[in-house]
């Protein structure tokens, strides 16, 4: 028996080590949903309090800037109801109208902004009190942003969509194909387009759009235009680089969007077989 | 004791606070941020227990972890690199390492910048390792590793001049 205490306080530090990476290690690849939820909830929680006065002081700085942002931002939106405003004259839209919209929004400012890292989140001041609930979509004045990934009462965490873990549906603006949009963790400004078959005409400039084939974004959001496309010699699919229109290195307002069909989606999905 | 280590956790939690209100936000060259958290680890008397100084190395690491959403990349870091100093201490510092305050005194400044430069690229290494966790992103980790050592290094060796106290 001595020779196991003699051992154990030889060997002290290496043990200590190795107790405190197995909690680190364990810590980093949670998956139990219940417990990553409420350690995430609580440093949520602190993480927005520390930040939020901080982001108070320093939002005085870029006034004049975001003044002209929320303008020019303003001015787009004018135009899209003036046209749809067109178009309900042009055509009956009674039966969409009794179903009500599909999607809301709700604007929210970012007090966190992460860009540098491989798995990059964001914290909105904005929280369940305000109607905020996990896998919302996030939208900037230009492009997607991520989806809400964790909420507590006045605040919220959003996966960016510079995050490895996320895949986005995405589709060329001019034609119906269709592929998944991924980060590979280097510029915060490029992406890669998966699944783009070659026998679809690919060119250097093409707008890419969202699917709509998730319930997190509606159809149609601009996400970038194609900067690169490789045809692989012996395989099916191209390498397509995007370029994306938002610039997420320098965001300060996003809308949060809900769906109102989300959960019938959803319920309907798990019925099927 | 008493009084070095209330001078030590008040520097602690100062240097955390300015790491996650300034120097997360930096961004240099779009990816770049200075670990002057770092600081921390590399003044902590060289002569203490190793044992406290590993929960030390920790508890920063845990705390910046929950504080900037980051899930256990900085813990890992943090706890490897306090583990392995007593073997960078020995390397950089030659034969004066045990001194307590080798870090301000009776070392040479090429030891010391030695020993600043390989605290600060070990952790880096570990932390830009595990954050991304795959060999695929190999040249990425070298140059996030690389990039964020040079910035950190000169930021803390020129904190820790201004730090020394006077002859």
């Known amino acids: 028996m001595q020779w196991v205490l003699n051992a154990i306080i030889r060997y002290k530090n290496f043990l200590l080590y190795f107790f405190l990476l197995s909690i680190s290690l364990i810590f980093s690849s949670n998956k139990s949903e219940y417990h990553s939820s409420k350690l995430a909830k609580s440093s949520l929680f602190f993480s927005g309090i520390i930040h939020q006065p901080f982001d108070i002081f320093s939002s005085y700085f870029d006034l004049r800037e975001e003044n002209r942002r929320l303008q020019q931002e303003n001015n787009t939106l004018k135009n899209l109801v003036l046209d749809k405003f067109k178009q309900s004259e042009i055509l009956d839209l009674e039966e969409e109208n009794l179903a009500g919209p599909t999607y809301w929004s709700l604007p929210a400012k970012l007090i966190r902004n992460s860009f540098t890292q491989n798995k990059n989140l964001l914290l909105l001041d904005k929280g369940e009190k305000n109607g905020v609930a996990k896998e919302m979509g996030v939208i900037g004045t230009h492009g997607i942003i991520g989806i809400v990934n964790q909420t507590s009462q006045g605040y919220s965490t959003v996966l960016s969509i510079l995050n490895m873990d996320l895949k986005i549906n995405a589709k060329f603006k001019h034609s119906n194909v269709f592929g998944s949009l991924y980060w590979t963790g280097d510029k915060p400004n490029k992406m890669q387009l998966a699944d ?22 509606p159809e149609g959001i601009t996400i970038g235009t194609i900067s690169k496309v490789d045809r692989p010699d012996n395989g099916g699919y191209y390498n397509v680089e995007v370029e994306l229109i938002n610039n997420m290195t320098d965001i300060k307002y996003v809308y949060v969007i809900g769906n109102n069909r989300r959960e019938e989606i959803i319920e309907l999905l798990e019925q099927t077989p | 004791m008493i009084q070095y280590y209330s001078r030590f956790f008040t520097l602690a939690f100062i240097l955390m606070l300015l790491q996650m209100l300034i120097f997360d936000r930096v961004n240099l060259f779009g990816f770049s941020n200075p670990a002057v958290y770092l600081i921390i680890l590399i003044v902590y008397r060289l002569t203490q227990d190793q044992f406290g100084y590993i929960l030390i190395g920790f508890m920063v690491g845990f705390l910046l972890d929950l504080l900037t959403q980051t899930a256990g990349a900085h813990s890992i870091a943090c706890v490897s690199t306090a583990f392995i100093r007593p073997v960078i201490s020995r390397f950089a510092l030659g034969a004066n390492f045990d001194q307590p305050n080798a870090m301000f005194t009776g070392t040479l400044l090429t030891n010391r910048m030695l020993y600043i430069f390989l605290m600060i690229f070990i952790h880096q290494l570990i932390f830009s390792f595990f954050a991304y966790f795959s060999m695929a992103h190999f040249w990425i980790i070298f140059k996030h590793s690389i990039t964020n050592t040079l910035f950190t290094f000169i930021l803390i060796a020129a904190t820790i001049n201004l730090l020394q106290p006077k002859q």
Request: net charge negative; no cysteine; glycine share 14%.
């Open chain 1, 196 to 217: 783009i078959s070659v026998i679809n005409p690919v060119q250097v400039g093409d707008t890419i759009v969202t699917g709509g084939m998730s319930s997190y974004f």
